[in-house]
């Protein structure tokens, strides 16, 4: 404590502090706060050209695409490559005494790597090539397990289908095309990069010219041969591009058939970042935008990629002042300022900064005798991810430990991890924590409203349905979710589906005949990329 400093006094601007995270978590704020943001995504589908972007997806998966595809899933902190068998639908004979279960989808030689920082700051041509290099990794282990006497043409054909899930904004006016819009998340690429183009040239490399000098290439005899085989891969081509919130709509929207009671009605990711994706009418758009489309004037429902977290959005955050100091302080000392306000407040990489911020001044503030380690001075130095597996986890003597590993003092004549601050720590961290999962739930719920799909009692609100069903059944609207904050930090997934519940339930009688459900999308990115190159006949 400060000198003069009484530990009430020291309470106090803790609770104050604590207050400012977490105060406003009441259903009447929340439910404004998602009434708000209906309005604000209404608006700016209308008005902005930055939001709310078409995606050539004007076509649900039917469940019936088949094939093998390569999938890459380029998120905003690991690269994940790997090959997706859709199997369709699976008939069975009646006459069948057993029934064998085959999956639907099927995944092998997946691998998986970290991102590092001086790859998101290198030029676009490094960090393509690097993506090549594992592209050709991955193809090269499946064809390592081709046995020798297997003819040495390639099992995939003159070119290998592929299917792309990228974390970040990017504009499309065919499935298989895209240009990238300024980045987030760390990366330092700049925009009006041809994504396409840029894939195929860092894989490029790995393309050697046939054998020309007279040997039998079709020798299965030659002791060599697989060698051969593997000195030239197969071209690729690209047969769809995505954002990875679309991906996590399009992978569940396959694997699970739709009912009459149940249907896929948004995509959202929760991890690195946060975006969320949903079916729009096109009416319903700035006029711009349709006529990015083929076919526009046949299209009546776009698959829409929101954008949600960039400039504008926070509009309605703004407005019930729900941003704290810290928020301000983060975005204002952040890469790109003022970019992804909303993102800044509820993501994976900034949870941790924002509870830092948090802590460094509380301890500050109401201790003249703390010594803060300087290694929790160094902004992003307490990540996300050690909040979630180890704070919000592990027992209090293991926390203390853990934390006095990571940030040791230099010197000091007390221990500065004390019971007390550790517990001040994981308090806050909870915090952060709620608040986070309030806000995504008023997002999906402002979203679901904004489309129709639910309604929140205004004035002349719209509304998709009636407002029971006359049998008593409930149709469920399912959010496909994916993302290591929403599916693996202790309490986030369990506290947004409350408060989208409660949110639902309150927002409008009507809503009774509605239940909205979060599920999580498994490995959705790399799947639906593959969904999606599966369905390129239909929505190309």
Not at 28 to 37: P, W
Not at 179 to 191: E, H, N, R, W
Not at 379 to 386: G, I, K, M, Q, V
Not at 437 to 461: F, K, M, P, Q
Request: net charge negative; proline share 5%; charged share 25%.
């Amino acid at each position: 404590m400060a000198a003069g400093e009484s530990p009430k006094q020291n309470e106090n601007g803790v609770k104050e502090a604590l207050a400012s995270l977490t105060g406003f978590l009441d259903e009447h704020t929340l439910l404004d706060l998602a009434s708000r943001f209906s309005d604000t995504y209404r608006d700016l589908a209308k008005t902005s050209t930055e939001h709310f972007l078409v995606t050539p997806v004007t076509a649900l998966p039917t469940g019936k695409e088949k094939g093998k595809f390569l999938s890459i899933d380029v998120g905003g902190t690991n690269l994940r490559i790997g090959f997706i068998d859709l199997a369709g639908e699976l008939e069975t004979s009646v006459q069948d005494v057993q029934k064998v279960e085959v999956p639907k989808i099927r995944q092998s030689y997946d691998k998986n790597w970290p991102i590092d920082d001086h790859l998101k700051m290198d030029k676009a041509e490094d960090l393509f090539a690097w993506i090549g290099d594992c592209i050709a990794e991955v193809i090269t282990s499946a064809l390592e397990d081709l046995s020798v006497s297997e003819p040495l043409q390639s099992p995939f054909g003159d070119e290998l289908l592929l299917g792309i899930t990228f974390s970040f904004p990017m504009a499309q006016t065919c499935l298989s095309e895209a240009t990238l819009l300024p980045m987030g998340k760390g990366f330092a690429i700049t925009s009006d990069l041809n994504l396409g183009k840029m894939l195929l040239a860092g894989y490029s490399r790995h393309l050697a010219e046939p054998t020309t000098n007279g040997e039998n290439v079709h020798d299965k005899s030659n002791p060599s041969s697989k060698k051969r085989r593997l000195s030239k891969l197969p071209r690729i081509r690209i047969a769809a591009i995505t954002n990875d919130t679309v991906a996590t709509f399009a992978s569940l929207a396959y694997a699970v058939k739709a009912a009459p009671n149940s249907r896929v009605a948004m995509g959202l990711i929760v991890g690195t970042g946060t975006n969320a994706t949903v079916p729009m009418k096109v009416r319903d758009l700035h006029p711009s935008k349709p006529k990015e489309l083929a076919n526009s004037e046949d299209v009546e429902t776009v698959v829409i990629n929101t954008e949600w977290t960039i400039r504008g959005t926070d509009k309605p955050l703004n407005d019930l002042n729900i941003k704290t100091k810290w928020d301000l302080d983060l975005d204002q000392n952040s890469s790109a300022p003022g970019f992804q306000p909303f993102e800044y407040m509820t993501a994976g990489r900034y949870l941790g900064e924002i509870v830092r911020l948090v802590f460094v001044d509380l301890v500050s503030t109401n201790s003249s005798e703390a010594q803060l380690p300087p290694s929790l001075t160094a902004r992003y130095s307490l990540p996300t991810r050690f909040l979630s597996e180890v704070v919000a986890r592990a027992d209090d003597a293991t926390v203390i430990k853990e934390l006095e590993d990571r940030y040791a003092p230099i010197s000091s004549p007390t221990a500065f991890w004390t019971p007390g601050r550790s517990k001040l720590l994981k308090d806050i961290a909870y915090a952060v924590q709620q608040r986070s999962s309030a806000l995504v739930a008023a997002a999906c719920t402002g979203l679901l409203d904004c489309v129709h799909d639910i309604c929140i009692d205004r004035a002349g609100a719209e509304y998709n349905g009636n407002g029971t069903h006359d049998d008593g059944t409930v149709e469920e609207l399912v959010i496909a979710y994916a993302g290591g904050t929403i599916s693996q930090y202790p309490e986030w997934l369990q506290t947004c589906q409350r408060w989208i519940d409660t949110l639902v339930t309150k927002g409008s009688a009507v809503n009774k005949s509605k239940r909205v459900v979060l599920k999580e999308a498994l490995d959705g990115g790399i799947i639906g990329a593959g969904v999606l190159a599966g369905m390129t006949s239909d929505i190309a």
